[in-house]
């Protein structure tokens, strides 16, 4: 009698490890299995289903995973649906160390509902250690970020962000924007990602000290970006600590005007470093301190390439620009009148009278005879520039832009298309939504409901 049970447990044990949960789960029950499922537990979705959340799903005990069943590649990734609130993920609260998130895509929702004020897409870090985000897709999130890693009581620390495709976040619209990956948590790792079509910074570094930020893409294929990647805020790691943060071999994309998508897809900062390139003197005297931003390669459309100001015991060395390149934009009616009256669109821009401790070294073009120099100028809140005419942009075989006021420069940006840009990023991002495989769902379905009532009833028999 017990050997057959044991064997008929054993086999349903089997069976059911491999079961996902499928989307006909309310949020409600979703949220159950992981707040039943205690430390350790995989949260499994269902390959192809969508899940429409009206809450956020939150992890609730350490090492919990959640993930599509099998992890698959691309658009066969679960998809978890804002339906309710802004956000589709929580691990931020405390006692959530190791939790990992990973090959689902979040739907924010944006577009079929309003923006909204609240939380990001996907809320993780908090005062917790060692979570993983990887192989997750997240686009059109309602609020300010696709993905927020946020810094709790400054104790959040080695949260790595990988191998994920982000955006579109936000709109271009003046306010409506989003970020791209938000990053608030020490020590940790962005990198190996793209990021399309964020519309405010494609990754915001909030200081987070000790963390790098490596190889990802980061492009403006049919969106304004405002910056590129930054190293401005001041808060939460006051003042502006950026000690042993590092930006590296990052590739950064401006549009390109040899598509009719792309008109108006300007990044107006590709790198942007020091709390004044972005808030004016809003913050004062503040300073961001201590960063490294090396080895990053910027192609495309820009008002800016790098900027800096405002900023003490940075390097800001060995990066370059590849390809065809313009540093475009019109002032806007935004831009500072008067003595903070922003420099020209240029390469590479220093307001050395606001650094201290920095080294800068030239951007390395193909050509060296081409190399781009620092200029010294005003650089204060440097995203009021706007979108020039489409004549203006860098196009296959087009005429770049080159500012006419900009005499600083060792070298005009641009006298002619250096290469044909590569077109092939744009298709990176397109609103592909999960297809749906009606005879898997269907025995997906079957196969957790009926096993896991078997199972059930197979173990009380086995105990009793
Ligand atoms: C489950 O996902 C499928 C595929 O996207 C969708 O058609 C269906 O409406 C979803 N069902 C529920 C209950 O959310
Ligand atoms: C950081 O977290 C990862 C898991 O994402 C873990 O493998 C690694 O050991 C952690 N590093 C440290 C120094 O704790
Ligand atoms: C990161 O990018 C740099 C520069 O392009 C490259 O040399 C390096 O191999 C990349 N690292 C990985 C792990 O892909
Ligand atoms: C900045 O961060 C570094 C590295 O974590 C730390 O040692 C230093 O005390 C911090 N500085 C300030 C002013 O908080
Ligand atoms: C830094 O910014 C904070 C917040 O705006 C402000 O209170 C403080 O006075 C500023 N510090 C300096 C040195 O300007
Ligand atoms: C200058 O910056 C470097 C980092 O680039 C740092 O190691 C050094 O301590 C700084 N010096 C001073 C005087 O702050
Ligand atoms: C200028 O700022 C105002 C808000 O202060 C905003 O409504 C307007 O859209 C901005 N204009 C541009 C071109 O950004
Ligand atoms: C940089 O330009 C400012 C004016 O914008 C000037 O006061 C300052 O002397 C210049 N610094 C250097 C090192 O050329
Ligand atoms: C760019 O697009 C054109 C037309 O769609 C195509 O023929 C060409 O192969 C593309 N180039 C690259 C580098 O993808």
């Known amino acids: 009698m017990r050997i057959p049970q044991s064997l008929a447990v054993l086999t349903l044990l089997t069976l059911t490890s491999g079961a996902c949960l499928p989307n006909s789960t309310s949020s409600t029950a979703l949220q159950a299995a992981l707040t039943q499922g205690g430390a350790g537990y995989v ?46 993920v929580s691990g931020t609260r405390a006692g959530l160390d190791g939790a990992r998130l990973r090959y689902v895509q979040v739907d924010g929702n944006r577009g ?24 997750v897709r997240s686009y059109d999130a309602r609020a300010w970020s696709c993905l927020h890693v946020a810094e709790g009581d ?14 579109p976040c936000g709109q271009a619209d003046f306010g409506a924007w989003a970020d791209g990956i938000s990053l608030s948590c020490r020590d940790s790792a962005v990198q190996f990602n793209t990021v399309t079509d964020a519309t405010d910074g494609g990754v915001v570094v909030f ?51 040899d598509a009719a998508s792309a008109a108006g897809a300007l990044v107006k900062v590709g790198i942007a470093i020091g709390p004044r390139v972005w808030f004016g003197d809003k913050y004062g005297a503040n300073v961001s301190t201590g960063g490294v931003v090396r080895g990053n390669v910027l192609r495309g459309a820009f008002s800016f390439g790098i900027a800096v100001a405002s900023a003490d015991s940075f390097v800001v060395a060995d990066n370059s620009f590849a390809g065809e390149v313009a ?33 800068l070294t030239p951007g390395i073009s193909p050509t060296p005879a081409d190399d781009f120099a620092f200029v010294n100028g005003t650089a204060s809140a440097l995203t009021c520039f706007i979108p020039p005419k489409a004549a203006a942009w860098p196009a296959g075989q087009g005429v ?25 990023t744009a298709t990176a991002s397109a609103h592909s939504t999960a297809t749906v ?18 199972l059930l009833i197979t173990a009380t028999l086995f105990i009793n």
């Open 154 to 167: 400054l104790r959040c620390t080695n949260t790595t962000v990988q191998y994920c495709d982000v955006g």
């Open 43 to 88: 949260l499994s979705l269902c390959p192809n289903e969508v899940y429409d959340l009206s809450q956020p799903l939150a992890f609730a005990s350490p090492d919990q995973e959640i993930s599509t069943e099998g992890y698959p590649a691309g658009s066969a990734r679960a998809v978890l649906r804002v339906v309710g609130g802004t956000s589709a």
């Open 400 to 424: 770049p832009a080159v500012s006419p006021v900009d005499t600083g420069a060792s070298q005009t940006p641009t006298s002619a298309p250096r290469t044909t840009p590569s077109n092939s």
């Open 207 to 257: 200081g987070a000290p000790g963390s790098v930020v490596r190889n990802n893409t980061i492009q403006a294929v049919t969106r304004p970006m405002l910056g590129g990647i930054n190293l401005v805020d001041v808060v939460p790691w006051v003042p502006g600590n950026y000690t042993h943060t590092q930006v590296l071999d990052n590739a950064i994309s401006g549009g390109f005007g």
């Open 327 to 359: 540093f475009i934009g019109d002032i806007g009616p935004n831009c500072t009148q008067g003595a903070l009256a922003p420099h020209p669109p240029t390469a590479l821009l220093a307001d050395l009278a606001t650094l201290t401790n920095v080294t």
């Open 112 to 135: 079929a509902l309003p923006p909204a004020t609240g939380a990001a897409a996907i809320e993780m870090g908090g005062n917790n250690a060692n979570q993983l985000i990887e192989h």
């Open 437 to 454: 495989n009606s005879a898997a769902r269907a025995i997906a379905h079957s196969n957790c409901l009926t096993i896991a009532h078997l």
